[in-house]
């Protein structure tokens, strides 16, 4: 099993920022994928940004130009820097791993897709 912890969430006002982490343990062979959703009150969940292992990037129009994701491979750990909040990005923010797993009893390595538990991100006045 992979495990995904998230931290870093919270109150800001417009204009402000917060940094979302999101940390992966487990039985990981290797990460393909790392990427964080999000999801409004009463709106599906929605990709924000999504990072490779190569380092790769891709981002909602709706974020592009204020926020920015980033993997530490080293830690399986990947970031996302929001930048000059708006109330609409408020939401419950997920983050996403996908890659390979190792089954420790047979050691074969199998895919795996794992979510976090979410964080709150509220953005008010």
């Known amino acids: 099993q992979v495990q995904l912890v998230e931290s870093g969430g919270g109150l800001v006002q417009p204009g402000g920022s917060l940094r979302l982490s999101c940390a992966a343990s487990?039985?990981?062979?290797?990460?393909?994928?790392m990427g964080w959703y999000r999801q409004a009150p009463g709106k599906q969940r929605e990709l924000v940004a999504a990072?490779?292992?190569?380092?790769?990037?891709s981002y909602a129009d709706s974020v592009k130009g204020r926020f920015t994701i980033s993997r530490d491979n080293a830690k399986n750990t990947v970031y996302l820097q929001m930048n000059s909040l708006k109330a609409e990005d408020t939401a419950v923010y997920y983050c996403?791993?996908?890659?390979?797993?190792?089954?420790?009893?047979?050691?074969?390595?199998?895919?795996?897709?794992?979510w976090g538990q979410g964080t709150q991100v509220t953005v008010s006045s």
């Open positions: 990072v490779t292992s190569g380092g790769s990037t």
């Open positions: 487990g039985s990981i062979f290797s990460i393909r994928g």
């Open positions: 996403n791993a996908n890659g390979l797993l190792l089954v420790l009893a047979t050691m074969a390595r199998t895919d795996f897709s794992s």
